[in-house]
């Protein structure tokens, strides 16, 4: 398949990446965890949830977590519309393409559609929410890797090209890729506010969330994050790196949260902007791809990943086959 | 004068501060001082101009020097409009609003107009420039404050409320502004890219360009570009800081480049896309909008700014009048 | 006078400065600017004494801050000597040199003699304190500026080259000093821990401390330091820098208390422990020693320092004289 | 055995680890790594030999590599007295013990003495060395992980309680050590200069060198080695980290040089002078002590090491069985 066109006057402007809501088995262990490792600040919270933003984030919340029993899956993906009738033209542009959309009332957010798109992915779109005080400077409270805003998923489909076509089709732009050719692509890196990226889909089984990603001030926050991690006895949720991406040229480390739902502190993302930006592709076969420096991730990061919320999940075919932590291990000894 | 609304549809898209054109009468100590202190990285140079870009910029450049005797200028201020079309509406309309625009060949960029906006600021708009590798990853080469890109203009004009309803009529959107109340604005920080600048007017003496700004991956990097100053003979071009702003939150440091041309490094802006956000209003009063610690700025930091090439200056009236460093000293003695 | 030679085999072996004792009219404004700004950790408090030991310290105190009403001194400046058997000979050897020995019991330190040296500086010695669990990886309690541990003080004194000599003679070393030649020497770095400082003696109206300072682990810290302040009503307080030393090398950032004791933060000191590193001379008109890039020091940086309690102060003689920031905007306008 | 008493009055006075003389195979290639990287300065180099420095450090040398055939071993261990007089009375000390002792002249240090210890350990000692400039504020001359100084060596031996109290009666200090109890002692940390470690002896097949470690100024150093590791393709040769330590708690990262001989990079370690610091016992079970956060080291980075040249190697026993990455990813799947 060749790469989709870039759509340079979409049907509707999706702006960025807005929100996510997780289900969550025990709520104080999820606030401990996304309070003082990831830095995130609570603007809300009850029996039943905990509504979180970054600390520069003047909306609401960037992540909902929801009180569940049973295996914790991941209710929505919320994305931003710019207007109301961004969002009225979402909702009839993607019924039209054969989304399920439904309008709903969500607390603490504006109008709401909800769609599963043509993947299985439940997205939740909205223009507006609520606003509270940007913490940015507010220096005492910033705690662990004081993670500053959502910036994007990474999510793994057994449907990938029809997904980047899908993506595109709604003013998606193309940053980088990795593929071996332009017929065998293994991830794709899209965006809309102007940074490498919003969605990131990789092939896999799926619809699943591997990732949702909080952009951190520096490079010295990931470590606090680690450290701060190790100090209350979450020392163990720190599944990868801290190390350097390949795509995106992003310094990063990953956790596990108390519920095993996988959440990426980085920094140093580049702006993208321009159209004369051309896509980029990397070679899944260069180490440098995926561990420019130090050991590559173990299994469970390729493996694991959260389900959608009563979603079955396909099988990608073929299987994906990176080089793991265990077998680069094996290969050398 | 009550702010402007927000215009949602504008009749064109500029998308970013792209670039400025500056004179200098040393462009082998012009090239020293960027790319050893501000660490920019140089595409392309020749006797009469450098071209310099930031360590994470594809785009050609963000910053050219011109070779000139005399009292060095500001030629141009450059904006990128999105697209081809986007280039041609702007030239209708901004001709239609009674500037002076004109079509011109540019070295190393792609279509350009010329305008002379209603200030006397000198514009320069163009949808493509030459693209060159990015050097975000190529962490041998950088140098002192690792400049990433340009971020905004600070600009003076004695006619700021009808600067600031021209701009929110193209479009920008008021992210921040400094007033003692509505009628009596001091300074407005406008945006098209989604983080709190790409312009900021200020009420002075003008048209001048009172510097241009670069974003720094962290703060050591400002830390670092002084001691590299220090250590190569520029010194005392340190004008002012390290600090804080109010307005914006960033941590920042101002150099003059050796032609007195001003130049901000600062790390820390937040995303600014969402409608909800409404105007931040800082009162000129309060110390914490211009030193929230430390000592003010001083008076050379006010009165100081690049002329427009060509244009004439205009005083400002009532005089600004801001607490520097200068007096400060006076009053506490 | 030519620099004395260093003393191999001093008659006793101090090993660090220790703690400084100083005169507090409030210990909640004083704890709220030592635990918030400057990072150190709270041993023991009461109405009377506020004990405070920097994040790294295992010994009781560094800072020890007294209720007192009337303009607040210093009580006390301690050092600490290796043994107990060193303890001893410090008395023998102090008194027999003309100084006033005093054996007290002071709470929560070992053994202590109070000791006036000759030029008015009550010194404190002791060779043990209870000790406590260091910090160092209590991440999520650091605060401000980290301060790790206590590093040295900086003195005050009409009579420099008897100082001078005297300190030599109990086994100090002189790392670096100001002179414009060996005969007019205007500041001295003296250590014994193998850094380049213990005590800092300058020319000046004496016997005054003009500072006490800690360790940081980092530069970042110096901007939290300097942030936290801004937020918390001490912005003020931030009296010279973040900015770099020539004697020393130091990143540093130097602070007022609420009670006008001045602390600085700094990092990057070096090792300095082999015989053959002679002491390296600075020349006091060399702007570099005193700021290698950005602004002078303000003249109370200079001027104004704490003094020993009971203690009249005599004057320097010739007057120092300084470039100080007033004296260097009044003479470049 | 018991932990032997601290020896305050030692025969002689070792001040610190001094240096280390390694043999390389491809001087250009070591060159390469050892300033790129660790980001050592070069003092000297020829054809035979390249003699380096850490950045703050005036001394001729801390590291010297000697091109040599054959399975790259470990020359020299190089520690400092601190007069002419200790290094006689080392002499015969050492002598006396048992140890073979014979002076050499050694080019660019002064007087030497190679001492083969009673565990096979090669030293050399001496008291002084040419000097040459700091590099500290050389800021533009800063590479990769900007290393200060050489801080400590790290030794496998399997005699480690002998060589524990060995190195007591020559006045090391134990800061720390890991053991189940004060007879099953798996590792010490000793120290002469004030810091936790000059040198540190764990159980194992000796007598080898397991790594000698270099002070970087901060966290966001070590991140930079690794990321210009990754630039100039030694990527693959970041075996550990960046992590955390237990005992020293340190911040670190493990390199291997082209030769497979180990650097470790790390910061914040702590001042310990004080005689009531009591020796800290860390259980080896608990897994904080070798990883707080993350994943335990590769099996090579306990098993490798460098052996000493031409001395053969004993086995220790019982085995030592660390938690190794392979076990625990075997173990957890």
């Not at 140093?268 to 899944?284: F, G, K, M, S």
Request: overall charge negative; glycine content about 8%.
């Amino acid at each position: 398949m060749p790469i989709p066109a870039r759509v340079l006057d979409p049907p509707f402007n999706i702006t960025r990446t807005s929100h996510v809501v997780l289900e969550a088995s025990d709520l104080a262990a999820s606030r401990r965890f996304y309070t003082e490792v990831i830095g995130l600040v609570v603007t809300l919270e009850s029996d039943e949830a905990l509504y979180l933003r970054g600390v520069e984030e003047a909306c609401h919340h960037s992540i909902v977590l929801r009180r569940a029993s049973g295996a914790p899956a991941c209710q929505r993906l919320g994305l931003r519309v710019f207007t109301e009738r961004d969002l009225e033209r979402a909702g009839e542009t993607l019924a039209r393409l054969g989304s399920e959309v439904r309008a709903v009332e969500v607390a603490h957010q504006g109008r709401t559609l909800h769609i599963t798109d043509p993947f299985g992915f439940r997205l939740e779109l909205c223009a507006h929410m609520p606003v509270e005080p940007r913490h940015i400077t507010r220096f005492r409270g910033q705690r662990g890797g004081s993670a500053l805003r959502i910036d994007h998923f990474q999510l793994l489909t057994p449907r990938l090209n029809e997904a980047l076509a899908f993506y595109m089709g709604l003013g998606f732009s193309l940053t980088e890729y990795i593929a071996k050719d332009d017929e065998h692509i293994r991830a794709v890196f899209l965006q809309r506010k102007g940074n490498p990226h919003d969605i990131v889909l990789f092939a896999g089984d799926g619809p699943r969330l591997h990732h949702v990603a909080f952009t951190a001030p520096d490079a010295q926050c990931l470590l606090r994050a680690c450290d701060v991690a190790g100090e209350i006895g979450f020392g163990r949720q720190v599944e990868r790196g801290p190390g350097r991406h390949g795509p995106g040229h992003a310094m990063f480390v990953y956790f596990r949260d108390p519920d095993g739902h996988r959440v990426e502190l980085f920094t140093t993302h580049y702006q993208v902007i321009d159209l004369e930006n051309a896509p980029i592709r990397w070679d899944p076969d260069d180490p440098a791809v995926a561990y420019p420096w130090g050991l590559p991730a173990q299994r469970r990061w390729y493996e694991q990943a959260t389900p959608m919320a009563d979603t079955s999940i396909a099988p990608a075919l073929p299987r994906p086959n990176p080089m793991t932590l265990e077998r680069f291990l094996a290969e050398r000894s």
